[in-house]
């Protein structure tokens, strides 16, 4: 099992444990599944280590255990923070610095043609 993606988040996000950086990433990436279609979560998922893959591969599973229905496609940047606070239960700005510190881990595991067909599915 290869934790340096995680290893690095702790570093970047100035995390005090492996426990915060689990939480800050499966927030991140289970917020960013949330507002991608099924098809490139799939495609980023077989491009990350094991033990996050799988947070990619759903979007942000709420009450009753439910992936959401639908691609958040219409929201903003802190609408963003704001819901990867909510699932990480910290307060927004420490969910961004913490979401950023992922998505920087998640730049450099992904190849550039997939992070473009990411970013092409996100609002602008």
Same mark, same amino acid.
């Given at each position: ?19 915060? $950086? @689990?939480?800050?990433? @499966? ?5 960013? $599944?949330?507002?991608?279609? &099924? ?5 980023? $998922?077989? @491009? #990350? ?10 979007? *942000?599973? +709420? &009450? +009753? ?11 903003? #940047?802190?609408? *963003? *923070?704001?819901?990867?606070? #909510? ?38």
């Amino acid at each position: 099992m290869n934790d340096t993606p995680t290893v690095i988040g702790i570093n970047r996000a100035h995390l005090s444990s492996q426990i915060e $950086a @689990q939480r800050a990433t @499966q927030a991140t990436l289970e917020t960013l $599944a949330a507002y991608i279609s &099924p098809k490139e979560r799939h495609d980023a $998922a077989s @491009q #990350l280590p094991k033990v996050i893959k799988t947070y990619m591969q759903r979007p *942000f599973l +709420g &009450p +009753g255990k439910q992936p959401a229905s639908s691609p958040e496609s219409n929201g903003s #940047l802190d609408d *963003f *923070f704001q819901r990867v606070s #909510l699932r990480e239960e910290v307060p927004r700005e420490t969910a961004a610095e913490h979401a950023r510190a992922v998505m920087s881990v998640l730049r450099e595991a992904l190849s550039e043609g997939e992070l473009e067909d990411i970013r092409a599915e996100l609002p602008s």
